[in-house]
T-cell receptor
Framework: AQSVAQPEDQVNVAEGNPLTVKCTYSVSGNPYLFWYVQYPNRGLQFLLKYITGDNLVKGSYGFEAEFNKSQTSFHLKKPSALVSDSALYFCAVRDPFKAAGNKLTFGGGTRVLVKP | KAGVTQTPRYLIKTRGQQVTLSCSPISGHRSVSWYQQTPGQGLQFLFEYFSETQRNKGNFPGRFSGRQFSNSRSEMNVSTLELGDSALYLC????????????FGPGTRLTVT
C-alpha cells in the first residue's frame, strides 16, 4: 500500500527566507507525486506534480519540488517566502496504474507560518 | 471556466439523520472523486466516479454512498450520521481516469450534533 509522510506538523519561517516543506513516500513502482495548498475555509489548490522526467519540478506561485528516488522524497521549496504563503500544505501520491484511478493518498499536512 | 462547485457549503445535522452533498465538476470533466478531511484522520479518499460508474472506493462503511449523473454531477450520501462524520467533504474533478491533475471544490463543512 502506498503512503506519504510529512514529518513536520508546522514550519515557521521569516519572510524573505527560503521555505522547505518535507515529504517522503512509500509506493511500489514509479510514483506520481503532487503538492497541494489549502487556505482557511477553502479547498485544495494544485501547486505542482512529478510524473516523470526532470527531478526538479517548477510549479505555481514560485514553488518548486525536487524528486529524489533514492531517498523517496519530494520536498517542496520556495527560495523566498511571503507572508501570503502561510497555509496548510499537503503532499500526495497516486498509483500510476490505471486500475487505481485518480485516487490520491495524502500526507498529514504541514502548516506553514511565514512571519513578517 | 467555472471551477468545481459544492453545495451546500455548510450543513448542521443531528446524529441519526442522513445527508446528501452535491458536487458539480468543471465543464467537460467526467471524473469526480470525494474526500473526507478531519483533524484526526486528515484527508481520506471516499470514492471515485466516472461515466456514472463507481470506479474506486475507499475504506469507509456502507453508510457512505454516492452516485454520478449523466451530466457528471455527483452526490454523496451519508446515512445514520454519527458525531465522527463531522468533517469537510471535498470533491475533485478531472477530465478522465488517469488524468494528471485534479481540481478541488471549496468543500462542504458538515457538523453533526
Amino acid at each position: 500500500a502506498q503512503s506519504v509522510a510529512q514529518p513536520e506538523d508546522q514550519v515557521n519561517v521569516a519572510e524573505g527566507n527560503p521555505l522547505t516543506v518535507k515529504c517522503t513516500y512509500s509506493v511500489s513502482g514509479n510514483p506520481y507525486l503532487f503538492w497541494y495548498v489549502q487556505y482557511p475555509n477553502r479547498g485544495l489548490q494544485f501547486l505542482l506534480k512529478y510524473i516523470t522526467g526532470d527531478n526538479l519540478v517548477k510549479g505555481s506561485y514560485g514553488f518548486e519540488a525536487e524528486f529524489n528516488k533514492s531517498q523517496t522524497s519530494f520536498h517542496l521549496k520556495k527560495p523566498s517566502a511571503l507572508v501570503s504563503d502561510s497555509a496548510l500544505y499537503f503532499c500526495a501520491v497516486r498509483d500510476p496504474f490505471k486500475a487505481a484511478g485518480n485516487k490520491l493518498t495524502f500526507g498529514g499536512g504541514t502548516r506553514v507560518l511565514v512571519k513578517p | 471556466k467555472a471551477g468545481v462547485t459544492q453545495t451546500p457549503r455548510y450543513l448542521i445535522k443531528t446524529r441519526g439523520q442522513q445527508v446528501t452533498l452535491s458536487c458539480s465538476p468543471i465543464s467537460g470533466h467526467r471524473s469526480v472523486s470525494w474526500y473526507q478531511q478531519t483533524p484526526g484522520q486528515g484527508l481520506q479518499f471516499l470514492f471515485e466516479y466516472f461515466s456514472e460508474t463507481q470506479r474506486n472506493k475507499g475504506n469507509f462503511p456502507g453508510r457512505f454512498s454516492g452516485r454520478q449523473f449523466s451530466n457528471s454531477r455527483s452526490e454523496m450520501n451519508v446515512s445514520t450520521l454519527e458525531l465522527g462524520d463531522s468533517a469537510l467533504y471535498l470533491c475533485a474533478s478531472s477530465t478522465r481516469i488517469g488524468s494528471y491533475e485534479q481540481y478541488f471544490g471549496p468543500g462542504t463543512r458538515l457538523t453533526v450534533t
